[in-house]
């Protein structure tokens, strides 16, 4: 239910985006720059376009349901790291004068995460997981 939810808003805000006009993009991240920072908040929850948000949409769902099998509580918490850090790092090095936005940034911090909790906890399911999605959804 939480990451439906999740998705669910994210269905939600870019048909806002569309329907208004409103060009919500905008509001991503924007390398280096201090008006770019605000983006570290939005740009997971931004995407270009329907094609873009569809393309996240199963990794979210099926990462997001396999992270919170360890508990809402660790999924939210790995989930405030990897919006944080991630966004700071696409900030720090994405191409000046580009703007990043869409889940993405979750997608693969929540795969670098089980890929990682994998190799720590030797459970070879959990590294199988997370390295076919890999395979899946970064080719």
């Known amino acids: 239910m939480v990451i439906g939810g999740f998705v669910a808003v994210l269905y939600v805000i870019e048909a806002v985006d569309v329907a208004s006009g409103l060009a919500l993009d905008r509001h991503g991240i ?19 376009g329907w094609d873009h948000l569809f393309a996240n949409t199963v990794p979210l769902l099926v990462l997001g349901f396999v992270l919170l099998l360890s508990g809402i509580g660790r999924g939210l918490a790995v989930t405030a790291v990897v919006w944080i850090i991630g966004g700071l790092g696409t900030w720090l090095t994405g191409e000046t004068a580009s703007l990043h936005v869409g889940a993405s940034i979750i997608v693969f911090g929540w795969l670098s995460y089980l890929i990682v909790r994998g190799v720590f906890a030797r459970d ?16």
């Open 124 to 139: 070879l399911g959990q590294l199988l997981v997370g390295v076919l999605v890999l395979l899946v959804y970064g080719s």
């Open 30 to 48: 924007g390398p280096r720059s201090v008006d770019g920072l605000q983006g570290v908040a939005f740009a997971p929850l931004l995407h270009h």
